[in-house]
């Protein structure tokens, strides 16, 4: 067995471990470690595809912060998120099953449709100038969407995070209309609303 | 090209060696004695008080988020930088309009207060 062979076995064990896990754990935070060694077994699973650059963006930015991500949520939701009971359990399962088999089946096409005696990889495939090369000279506009992409995710999160609603701020401005009002009418009418 | 990670695997192995050691032995090792006050869980040595589970602030969704964004933007950097002599002025105002874009999308954080702490 060479070592390429080993490397995507071991990486795909705990992949695949880790993804049950993900799937399993009924503890959220839980699963977040679980999905934490996929994700890592993953980047290992790169390597054996020649995505050097890949891989260690991989580490980077799943394993690095979106991981951490999902455990602020899991933070932010709180212990009523532990509990998954749910009545349509089996219906989840089975939309699960089928769409887990339409998967399989079109990569095994993707598999059979393959050529064994595929040319070799060019020299620098995967790396930082390959990866580099291809994205900042063929994959320009792709490229700049990105940045438009990282705007809005941006704009979302301020939005959920601190913005106001313009139902809140219907609310809001009735709320301080009704305390003025009650105001003028002296001290006989109930109180103003504490702020 | 395996033989080039090989001590990234080494040092995934030695790692994970001593943390699973670690834990198995202090388990194996260490005296068990536990008392009914033993098992309270601990808090600067008073009675607890208060829920079990703390909520945290919406806040620290948004630093995280905010801290992914510029990751991504950083990740993106690295390759262009070992390409800058090859990709030439192309290359620069390529990447001047990404980073133009993500300056306007720090300067509209900025201006939301997503940056502010307390508010």
């Known amino acids: 067995m060479s070592s390429s062979t080993l490397l995507f076995c071991v990486c795909a064990f705990f992949a695949l471990a880790g993804a049950v896990g993900t799937v399993s754990a009924r503890r959220p935070l839980r699963a977040a470690m679980a999905l934490l060694a996929h994700i890592v077994a993953l980047a290992g699973l790169y390597l054996t595809l020649h995505a050097q650059l890949l891989a260690a963006i991989q580490l980077l930015v799943y394993a690095g912060a979106i991981v951490v991500l999902f455990v602020f949520v899991i933070m932010l939701i709180g212990p009523a998120s532990e509990t998954s009971g749910s009545g349509r359990a089996g219906m989840v399962r089975m939309t699960s099953l089928v769409l887990m088999g339409m998967v399989t089946v079109t990569i095994a096409f993707a598999i059979v449709d393959t050529d064994p005696a595929a040319p070799r990889l060019p020299a620098g495939y995967g790396d930082v100038e390959g990866v580099g090369g291809a994205l900042y000279t063929q994959g320009l506009v792709p490229f700049e969407i990105i940045s438009i992409t990282l705007l809005v995710a941006i704009i979302g999160a301020v939005a959920v995070a601190r913005g106001k609603t313009a139902v809140e701020k219907q609310i809001e401005a009735k709320e301080k209309a009704r305390a003025e009002v009650e105001a003028r009418l002296g001290e006989g009418a109930a109180p103003a609303p504490a702020e | ?119």
Not at chain 2, 5 to 18: I, R, S
Not at chain 2, 27 to 37: I, Q, V
Not at chain 2, 67 to 88: H, K, N, Q
């Open chain 2, 1 to 119: 090209m395996f033989e080039t990670y090989l001590p990234v695997f080494l040092m995934l192995g030695v790692a994970t060696l001593v943390a699973t050691l670690m834990f198995t032995l202090t388990s194996l090792l260490g005296p068990k004695k536990p008392t009914p006050e033993k098992m309270i869980p601990y808090e600067a040595g008073s009675n607890t008080t208060g829920a079990r589970h703390l909520r945290l602030s919406v806040k620290f969704y948004l630093t995280a988020i905010l801290f992914v964004v510029f990751d991504i933007e950083a990740v993106f950097l690295y390759p262009w930088a070992s390409l800058f002599r090859e990709l030439g002025w192309f290359g620069f105002l390529e990447m001047l309009l990404f980073l133009t874009i993500l300056g306007v999308t720090l300067v509209y954080a900025w201006k939301k207060g997503a940056l502010e702490w307390e508010k």
